[in-house]
């Protein structure tokens, strides 16, 4: 944004100054804090534009699942002794790691297990060639190296994963694949293309760089920092703009000459979208506890008590007796019963198929609390859509009375989302105002991309002419500062 007239900038006679609107420490300010900022805030738009096409690199569920092979029954399954008899248990899954299956087994005092089945024994970990068979499903391994965190592991979602095997694969795409030593799951996939791709887009836009980013508390306060001296200097700058425009009387609209004035009347035309996206991308970190959801009980009243070991136990062997041709058999507690989901089969207890009714889902919202509505949802909706993360339909939708609602996998009644006043904020403060995906229909693709790169160019131009105008106005203060002084 520019500063306010002078008399050297206007054509005569002038406006009078309204140096009474525009305090010189205002000018002095935006102009010297943009030139700092503004070249950040020019990264986050540039980077912005590259995240349109390139997301970070991550694995979904269902990318993983599909790469598992099936488990193999015929070494299975010695389950008794995993685990006290009556010890509660919170999450359990059968799959087959390397050769033979494996239980990785979750219990309600937070430890977790990892269980050969082909003879009972607790296993340490994933070994270095048990990680080269789990890659091989990927493409054929070349290399492996033991890490801790890389610039692509370093979120905290990956530290129950902690450390690492990364296998690198010998395929034209210089594939990298992440094999928790801990479970022995593929975590993370990335590309040559991706990891450079993502240095122009992701990393940049985050302030993700692995040095600042594993120090979460640090990395914290300064994106929430230099958000809000992104929304302070923007802000300042609309109202100087808005203080130096002449839309009235005055055969220019800008006092200004030059490349001041192409600052002048874009930054004003797209001050407002800058504001957007610099407070939205604020939001995006709850400053504070800002729009941060509190701990809610109410979707554990659909799986129940947790279930005891000696239930899973009889559930998991129940449904390997009939060698269901799965990769991965998984427990879903619902109404204080282990049932298992085998593949796309929830089986009962009994090892039979037991799919959830419509009655069974209804009275699974019921059990969350007041209901207003529910139903069975074949689209998406305001707060269950895709975006560069797909969601699965159809979906059970239970609407509250009291305006909380959640989704249910209508396969095994589990809770998939659950959406509170808070995270309906910040589906609109942060991901609406940043992605403009509010409008049905128009949350993705290549019109959305097109139209959202014209307004990021945009506002990179106005940012950028303002960080130039900036930097050329501090050389010339250099240069006075250093001429010596003439003689009076």
Known sequence: ???????????????????????????????????????????????????????????????RLARLPRIDWSHCCVIAGAAPADAAVRAATIEQLAEGPVLRLRLADGSRRLIDLSNGHVLNGATRAEALVVAEAWGRPSSVASVVRDQWTVSGEFNRGRPFWRVRLADQAASDIYVSQTSGEVVQRTTGASRALNWLGAVPHWLYPTLLRQNVKLWTQVVIWTSLAGVFLTVAGLYLGLMAWRPFGDKRLSPFRGLMTWHHLTGLATGILTL?????????????????????????????????????????????????AVAQVRLIPFDGRAFVLAGDTRLGPTGRPAPASAADLAAAGRRLGAVAAQGLLTHEDAYYFSHHEAVTLPVWRVLMADGRRYYLDPRSGAPVAAID?????????????????????????AAWAAVTLVLLSLVTFGVGTGVWLGWRRIGLDLAQFRAPSRPR
Request: glycine fraction near 8%; aromatic fraction near 10%; proline fraction near 12%.
């Open 276 to 324: 957007t996206w610099a407070a939205s991308g604020l939001v995006s970190m709850n400053p504070w506890g800002f729009l941060e959801s509190p701990d809610d009980p109410a979707p554990g009243r659909i799986a129940g008590p947790p279930p005891a070991f000696a239930e899973v136990q009889g559930a998991l062997e129940s449904a390997a007796a009939h060698a269901p």
């Open 1 to 63: 944004m520019p500063p306010i007239a002078t008399a050297s900038d206007a054509n005569p006679p002038a406006r009078p100054r309204r140096t009474a609107w525009a305090p010189r420490w205002l000018v002095v300010t935006h102009r010297y804090l943009g030139v700092v900022l503004g070249a950040l805030m020019l990264l986050w738009c540039l980077s912005g534009a590259v995240m349109l096409f390139v997301p970070y690199p991550s694995v979904s569920q269902d990318e």
């Open 421 to 445: 006043a808070q995270a309906k904020g910040y589906r609109w403060l942060h991901e609406g105002l940043h992605r403009f995906d509010f409008v049905p229909g128009f949350r993705r693709g």
